[in-house]
């Protein structure tokens, strides 16, 4: 089994940090769905340090949820320690893992995220405080560099190891890639030939076939699975299948994913309240329904969706109409 600084790891199949999805209801069906370990949304140190309520809400977790992966992004040594301490506090994650791959404008601008691939220097202090301050294992997530012409993910993941981060994590895409392209899974390999603590494989990952490839290509020790993920929990169960050499099961029926979907909206319910969860809940179930035939519909009453009465009635529009 695969330990994370001592954290052990229960199957090789995991959950990616995704913000605006990955929150804690989605993470608690996918961790049912077999996901053996899971990242919170991304964090700003900044925000948690100043109390803001909407971050405090992203430390959310369901008792399924472990063990978890707390996120943080920020480019100020001092503040992401600070930030480690009270993340724990909060939360009680086993692991704290530093964001260093997000290439969104506004968090690069910051000089946070991947633009800390332009500053390994500033990496380095930022991870080398981060462990200092921890008491769980510190991984790392990155890219594989900024642009074609900087491409430093070996450099990187060697820093980290020195300062004595646990486990890393390794998107095959450059910054200014953004999710164009394949990934490349040979910097992946790369990465995982240069140093001796886990690495995390993670880039297109849809079906479960290409769990097993991706982790046999790379050699790596887990796989981390975002985009595929959405409203597809059961990419877990199935990928595990695939992993085993048994017969993967089919996609399930449209009721079963009515049933899920359910689940899910119940648990954003508890942790969100009745207006965030609606809303959010309208992305998710179009993607459950995605490849179902004949959904337009039930898709088009889902956007119109504004309280929890109207959620259920979808979802039994979905139960026996598809
Ligand atoms: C909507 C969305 C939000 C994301 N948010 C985060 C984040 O908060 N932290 C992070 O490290 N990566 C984030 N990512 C990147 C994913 O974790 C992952 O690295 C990327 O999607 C590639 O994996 P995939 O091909 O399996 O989707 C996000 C990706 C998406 C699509």
Redesign the pocket.
């Known amino acids: 089994m695969v330990s994370i600084g001592g954290v052990p790891i229960s199957g090789k199949l995991c959950l990616?940090?995704?913000?605006?999805?990955a929150d804690a209801a989605f993470r608690a069906v996918c961790r049912g769905e077999g996901a053996a370990y899971a990242v919170s949304?991304?964090i700003s140190a900044k925000a948690l340090m100043l109390q803001d309520a909407k971050t405090r809400t992203l430390l959310r977790r369901f008792p399924e949820d472990a063990p978890l992966g707390v996120?943080l992004f920020g480019s100020e040594p001092d503040t992401m320690a600070d930030a480690v301490r009270k993340a724990r506090d909060i939360s009680g994650c086993e692991i704290i893992d530093v964001?260093m791959?997000?290439p969104v404008g506004k968090v690069v601008r910051n000089g946070e995220g991947s633009a800390l691939m332009r500053d390994l220097p500033l990496a380095g202090r930022i991870l080398e405080a981060v462990v200092k301050a921890s008491d769980v294992p510190v991984t790392v997530?990155f890219r594989k560099g900024w642009d074609g012409g900087s491409v430093n993910a070996v450099e990187l993941a060697k820093l980290a190891e020195s300062v004595g981060v646990a486990a890393l994590c390794v998107?095959g895409r450059t910054r200014t890639q953004f999710?164009s392209g394949r990934?490349d899974w040979e910097i992946i390999r790369e990465v995982k030939a240069a140093v001796s603590i886990p690495v995390i494989a993670?880039?297109?990952?849809f079906e479960p076939e290409d769990a097993a490839r991706i982790l046999k290509v790379t050699g790596a020790d887990l796989v981390?699975?975002?985009?595929?993920a959405m409203g597809n929990p059961w990419l877990f169960s199935r990928g595990q299948a695939a992993l085993e050499g048994r017969e993967v099961p089919p996609m399930p029926s449209a009721r079963r994913r009515a049933d899920l979907a359910e689940k899910q909206f119940r648990l954003a319910l508890e942790a969100k309240g009745e207006k965030i969860a609606c809303l959010e809940a309208r992305k998710h179930l179009c993607w459950y329904l995605r490849g179902v035939p004949y959904a337009s519909y039930a898709k088009e009453e889902i956007n119109k969706a504004q309280n929890a009465k109207d959620v259920e009635r979808c979802l039994r529009l979905i139960r026996t109409e598809l």
């Open positions: 990616a940090p995704m913000a605006g999805v949304e991304m996120q964001n791959g997000c997530k998107h999710y990934a993670n880039g297109d990952v981390m699975i975002g985009r595929g």
